[in-house]
């Protein structure tokens, strides 16, 4: 469950690629907690509950797509960093 609470990578863009099962997931900024995110508290089901109120915006990447997310390193600061999460073990198969 490597980065099962959500957070923002610290670079300018990262780009996922999802082969097989639940891909990571991601919020949008308008659903997002920003303050929270920034000072989340420790334990992972409270920062996950504050920093995205909404599950409904929680938003999967299937299998076979792309996601190009923005970190922290961008330079151009009209784009947030994503806000984003490994997904939760049971939403993935058992490996072969």
């Known amino acids: 469950d490597g980065c099962c609470k959500f957070h923002v990578d610290h670079h ?5 690629f999802t082969y097989v099962g639940a891909g990571t997931q991601w919020v949008d900024d ?7 995110v920034d000072d ?3 334990d ?3 920062a996950n509950a ?5 599950l ?18 961008l330079v151009d600061t009209r784009v947030p960093p994503t806000v984003h999460r490994s997904p939760p073990k049971e939403a993935s198969p058992p490996p072969h």
């Open 56 to 73: 409904d915006a929680i938003r999967t990447l299937p299998p076979g797509q792309v996601l190009v997310m923005s970190g922290t390193g």
């Open 12 to 16: 300018a863009a990262r780009l996922l």
């Open 40 to 42: 989340p508290p420790a």
């Open 44 to 46: 992972v089901d409270l």
């Open 30 to 36: 308008d659903a997002v907690d920003r303050v929270v």
């Open 50 to 54: 504050a920093i995205v109120r909404d």
